[in-house]
């Protein structure tokens, strides 16, 4: 949006919410986080971090940005002259650019896979899909072309203002991409051996509890709430007070919560099933998927589909992280919005170029016993995000006066001080207990 003009309606504002949070995290990110952290434990954190943690905060988001109206910078400055709160938004900036910077590199597999699955080359043939995945993410001219064209459609639909037009067509995308998830999970459930699947989400292996497990879930339930980057506030800036903020945060956690597991129910008992391991990593997704829909009739064809629908909810999300930084990074100047947007894309980009190569010619670098790709996302999701989630949350808890925030959240009593205990004290201790826990005791 390039001028200050409000959602139109309720369903317009809970779209572009849900669309930029509901993306590669809950699809592609979930299950490989779980599948490599031991799985019952991980995802039992994952769901108590978002409810107890994340929603409380994304509400404090929806109240801040809608009362600020502006970027998140000139609104922190305005609502809190003199004091550095807007450092948010510079810690939102960072982030979702260095998360736009591996987003594009997953957009880019996907549309491998897309072209791939035109041809219908990717299914039907006793294809060994974790060959096929090392092939694509190994070949740096493949990856980092696809990366600039996923990363160019991305700017296009930021700059010819058709955001509204793809949010609006993910009305009905969305729930499509719904029923696919549905169809597979009957699938995967079905195959002979599916049930060890459900028992690793399920059946808590205790041995996996400790603080790297934690910060790790934690991370995740920001990252796919899009939590503590000012991606939020952002959105909300252009929200109607009328608008009830605690039901609007509760549906995208909600939806945000049931599909990741809908996801792991449709990986995970494929895993065990087919004889996959869940330790794959971020492939495992992009070899999991194809070998379901090998198990279906018309396979080939309802994989195309899927992926571009998988595209689709990548895409919304890829959207916000770029308009965020833009807003973040020109501000009033709307003059140079289209200058100033590709210019940011571009520098996304090359910041990206190592990730993209950290599958093939850069994969013996590790920073911090980690590949490059992941150092990235650690340092976003597990790091920047708790910083910033845990600032908006004192922000939120102490800088308004109750009379304000009652009036803000417009809930019932008995909800309004949960909240307020949430923000003011459990959501900010428990964030740093993690921390200290994750660096002196793990
Ligand atoms: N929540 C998105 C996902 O799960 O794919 C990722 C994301 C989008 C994070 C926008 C942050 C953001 F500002």
Redesign the pocket.
């Known amino acids: 949006m390039s001028s200050r003009d409000q959602f139109t309606s309720k369903i317009g504002f809970i779209l572009a919410a849900a669309g930029?949070?509901?993306?590669?995290?809950?699809i592609w990110?979930f299950p490989y986080m779980a599948g490599t952290n031991g799985g019952s434990v991980f995802i039992l954190l994952f769901v108590l971090c978002t409810i107890l943690i994340g929603l409380p905060i994304l509400i404090a988001e929806f109240m801040i940005g809608r009362r600020g109206q502006k970027d998140p910078i000139t609104s922190f400055k305005e609502q809190a002259p003199g004091k550095p709160w807007f450092m948010i938004g510079w810690i939102g900036l960072v982030a979702?650019g260095l998360?736009l910077s591996f987003?594009s590199v997953v957009g880019g597999w996907i549309l491998s896979y897309i072209v791939r699955a035109t041809t219908f080359s990717l299914t039907g043939q006793g294809n060994d899909f974790g060959a096929l995945f090392t092939d694509i993410i190994s070949n740096p001219m493949e990856v980092l072309f696809a990366q600039a064209c996923f990363m160019i459609l991305t700017l296009v639909i930021v700059q010819a203002g058709i955001k509204n037009g793809i949010e609006s067509a993910s009305k009905w995308m969305m729930p499509i991409l719904f029923i696919f998830f549905i169809l597979l999970f009957i699938r995967s459930i079905t195959l002979e051996g599916a049930f060890e699947g459900v028992k690793f989400m399920f059946i808590p292996d205790w041995s996996y509890l400790n603080g790297e497990t934690l910060i790790l879930a934690l991370g995740q339930a920001f990252?796919?709430?899009?939590i503590g980057?000012a991606?939020m506030i952002t959105y909300a800036s252009y929200l109607s007070r009328k608008e009830k903020i605690v039901t609007s945060a509760i549906n995208v956690a909600t939806l945000n919560i049931a599909i990741s597991l809908l996801a792991g129910l449709v990986i995970f008992p494929a895993v065990f099933a087919l004889g996959f391991s869940p330790t794959e990593g971020p492939g495992l997704v992009f070899i999991m998927i194809p070998a379901v829909f090998e198990q279906l009739p018309f396979g080939s064809f309802l994989l195309l589909v899927f992926f571009i629908l998988l595209l689709f909810a990548t895409v919304t999300?890829s959207i916000?992280?770029l308009e965020?930084v833009v807003s973040i990074g020109i501000r009033e100047k709307t003059a140079q919005r289209k200058k100033a947007s590709s210019l940011l894309a571009a520098i996304i980009f090359i910041v990206g170029i190592p990730s993209a190569l950290s599958f093939g010619i850069l994969s013996d670098v590790s920073i911090f016993d980690r590949s490059i790709f992941d150092f990235v996302d650690y340092v976003t999701s597990a790091i920047l995000m708790p910083i910033g989630a845990l600032l908006t949350s004192i922000f939120a808890g102490y800088h308004y006066s109750k009379k304000i925030s009652r009036e803000e959240i417009q809930a019932s009593p008995i909800l309004y001080n949960v909240w307020l205990f949430i923000v003011r004290y459990l959501a900010p201790i428990s964030i740093v207990a993690i921390f200290i826990n994750k660096v002196f005791f793990s």
């Open positions: 930029s949070a509901i993306g590669l995290g809950a990110k979702c998360i987003y990252f796919s709430l899009s980057v991606a999300s916000a992280l965020v």
